[in-house]
């Protein structure tokens, strides 16, 4: 089955600075992932999403990385804003039928 | 505030009590989702309806008993709960449950059990 991890259980980063969070997944069949951000009080909120067929994938400040060989995901954030305080997770799946693992998730917290 | 919106956002329940969690949706989706997050611990699907049909069941207590009666409302039934089904339960709702239509969530119902 699927296992996902995240490395670190909270990430305290400089505002202004860019963040790193990281996600290791367990199998390599796994073919689309997303990263989640939430807030506290609200549910998920989804944030950028990547399939295998690509290593890197770019939004409005956020990137995802994806490396197949080893198996790992990351999301970077570039100059960390107070607003991206929140609990970030990815989730992977294998799956057509929107059946997905996720990461316990990392949080971030943003100091001035 | 997305267009999922979940009822009640806090409930206190005893172990005996019988009571139930609405989620709607105003997206037009056809499909939607139950999921356990319990602190500290990952997301959990619990049941999955497509075209209010239930489509998934992830091996859930049946003290959880799904309802949908229109692809627009779904309904969490809870009785006998054990204190460890304390969580935040969400629902979240996807044009359908393909795999790349993205799921939007509702804020969740903070659950507690005594």
């Known amino acids: 089955g699927e296992s996902v991890g995240l490395h670190l259980p909270t990430l305290s980063v400089q505002e202004g600075d860019n963040s790193i969070i990281n996600c290791a997944y367990s199998n390599s069949a796994s073919d689309y992932f997303i990263w989640y951000k939430q807030e506290s009080g609200k549910g998920p909120q989804f944030i950028i999403d990547i399939r295998s067929n690509m290593d890197k994938r770019q939004g409005q400040r956020v990137t995802v990385l994806l490396n197949k060989t080893v198996k790992h995901l990351s999301l970077q954030i570039a100059a960390t804003q107070p607003g991206d305080s929140a609990v970030y997770f990815c989730?992977?799946?294998?799956?057509?039928?929107?059946?997905?693992?996720f990461g316990a998730g990392t949080q971030v917290v943003v100091t001035p | 505030e997305t267009g999922v919106t979940q009822t009640p956002r806090h409930l206190v329940m005893g172990m005996t009590n019988k009571k139930s969690l609405k989620c709607e949706q105003h997206?037009?989706?056809?499909?939607m989702y139950w999921y356990k997050q319990s602190a500290k611990k990952p997301l959990e699907l619990m049941f999955v309806?497509?075209?209010?049909?239930?489509?998934e069941n992830n091996s859930v207590p049946s003290r959880f008993s799904p309802e949908c009666p229109n692809s627009s409302h779904l309904f969490l039934h809870l009785h006998t709960l054990q204190p460890e089904d304390s969580a935040l339960y969400l629902c979240a709702s996807s044009q359908d449950r393909q795999t790349y239509n993205e799921q939007f969530f509702g804020p969740g119902t903070r659950l507690t059990v005594l």
């Open positions: 989730a992977v799946t294998t799956d057509s039928w929107g059946k997905f693992q």
């Open positions: 997206l037009g989706h056809n499909a």
């Open positions: 309806y497509n075209f209010k049909e239930q489509t």
